[in-house]
């Protein structure tokens, strides 16, 4: 019988390897989402996932309930994205290329998809959201990705930044409000 992850969490707390590697097999696929909807690439998504399992595997002790070790894991690799955003400043994080993704993400996609005017439109509006998206400060973007696209709670969110909930709520407001005003900006401007 599969262990849950509490069971898992305490395994590799007393030491158990093996408990370590199946909470990393569990937690990655998420955590690769994540880091590549903050940062818009694969390589920076790859090395999110790393680093976080490094740092979770070091910072283990600071593990107070391992009940809340999913958002352990989710604030260690917010944390660095972060970081990583705030090294590349001014970079843009849009993928300019979808034919970059995996075979795999490519085929659902084009399984997804009714016509290529369709396509073509929803893969402009996703560019501006991205775009819309960059121009926010990383708590708001972070915060509004981990809600809107992740389906994060905002309790589930405040727990992970260890912040209150009406934060979060907060900066949910300031960033969705800030990308439809950026977003009426840019179809004034193509208009």
């Known amino acids: 019988m599969d262990k849950g992850i509490p069971e898992l969490v305490q395994d590799f707390l007393d030491g158990d390897q093996r408990a370590f590697e199946t909470l990393v097999d569990r937690f990655k696929r998420k955590i690769y989402s994540l880091a590549f909807q903050v940062l818009g690439n694969h390589l920076d998504a790859d090395e999110v996932v790393q680093e976080t399992f490094v740092r979770v595997y070091r910072k283990r002790q600071e593990l107070k309930d391992v009940r809340y070790f999913s958002s352990f894991v989710i604030r260690v690799a917010t944390n660095y994205a972060i970081d990583l955003l705030r090294k590349r400043k001014g970079h843009s994080g849009i993928p300019d290329d979808t034919g970059s993704l995996p075979g795999e993400i490519q085929l659902d996609l084009s399984r997804r998809v009714k016509t290529p005017s369709e396509d073509f439109e929803k893969k402009r509006l996703m560019e501006e959201i991205f775009r819309a998206l960059e121009q926010l400060p990383p708590r708001q973007k972070l915060t509004a990705i981990l809600h809107d696209v992740e389906g994060y ?12 909930e009406a934060t979060v709520r907060s900066n949910l407001h300031i960033a969705r409000t800030k990308i439809k005003k950026i977003l009426k900006q840019r179809l004034k401007s193509k208009e």
């Open 153 to 164: 709670t905002k309790s589930e969110i405040a727990q992970t930044f260890d912040c209150p």
